[in-house]
């Protein structure tokens, strides 16, 4: 698969936009997750009518509780390396869903996991953070999605936590279309992915938990495995407000475990 087919494979699982324009998949909101997977798809007959129906009965799906899971360590884990450069050309996107920035054709970051290598294709934020510790939300959560040529989905977690302003962040914030599906491609601006991830972590050697999950947004696909980083990374109580502005509340809540446990490096 080269890497103009993965790209418009990850926008038609990423993006609402794409997907309603390619398949007319249904729209959803975070207001209704407790029933996305009754969400209908009038054009399709059975089963196809229920595209979301993986969110109602998936049994790997996310996020967790971490605080609910069994935490096992294990020394003989895969070394995590996540070897971002900077992108030259990344797109602001405003999903209708989130903020987001999608990284460009020719970007070349990747994560390494053991030998394998997951090519970044977008990172971006929910509000509050999605995974939870002991029924605690983060104010935020930062998500990196890399698929590979096989489409295997892996994503890299930072929970972020009120403290000194991120610049990197607020570059975000100052170039996201504030429109629903808006895509800002011609900033003229570089980002390095690498600079949001916690300064006091080795990029190259990250400790991690690890767990089998989905997607936490419609179709919840399973099969997506998450990397969970140790450590925090901080932005302003004013960025805050200001990621408020533009998305608030698009965390779905935390899903049952059944019986999956957490990997740990540490
Ligand atoms: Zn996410």
Redesign the pocket.
């Known amino acids: 698969m080269n890497t103009k087919i993965l790209r418009n494979l990850a926008f038609t699982i990423f993006t609402c936009y794409v997907t309603i324009a390619v398949s007319e998949t249904p729209h959803w909101s975070h207001d209704e997750q407790s029933t996305w997977w009754a969400i209908q798809d009038t054009t399709q007959n059975v089963p196809l009518n229920y595209p979301f129906g993986e969110c109602g009965i998936g049994k790997h799906q996310s996020p967790v509780d971490l605080a609910s899971a069994t935490i096992i360590d294990s020394k003989s884990l895969n070394k995590l390396a996540a070897l971002y450069d900077t992108d030259t050309a990344p797109v602001f996107f405003n999903s209708g869903h ?1 903020i987001q920035v999608n990284t460009s054709e020719d970007y070349s970051g990747v994560l390494m996991i053991g030998e394998e290598s997951f090519p970044l294709i977008q990172f ?1 934020f ?1 509000e509050p953070s ?1 995974h939870v510790v002991g029924g605690k939300s983060f104010p935020a ?1 930062l ?1 990196y ?1 890399h698929i590979n040529e096989d489409g295997r989905i892996i ?1 890299l977690a930072v929970a972020v936590d009120i403290g000194e302003e991120n610049p990197v962040f607020g570059t975000i914030l100052d170039n996201i279309p504030h429109e629903e599906g808006g895509q800002n491609a011609s900033s003229g601006i570089q980002i390095n992915p690498a600079e949001l991830l916690p300064a006091d972590l080795d990029p190259a050697n990250l400790d991690y938990y690890t767990v089998a999950g989905s997607l ?2 419609p179709p919840c696909s399973e099969g997506v495995q998450w990397y969970l980083l140790p450590k925090v990374i901080t932005i302003s109580a004013a960025q805050l407000v200001q990621l408020k502005d533009i998305y608030t509340n698009n965390a779905r809540a935390p899903q049952n475990l059944n019986g999956r446990s957490l990997l740990s490096t540490q």
């Open positions: 989130g971006h929910h999605e959560e998500h999605v994503v936490t947004t």
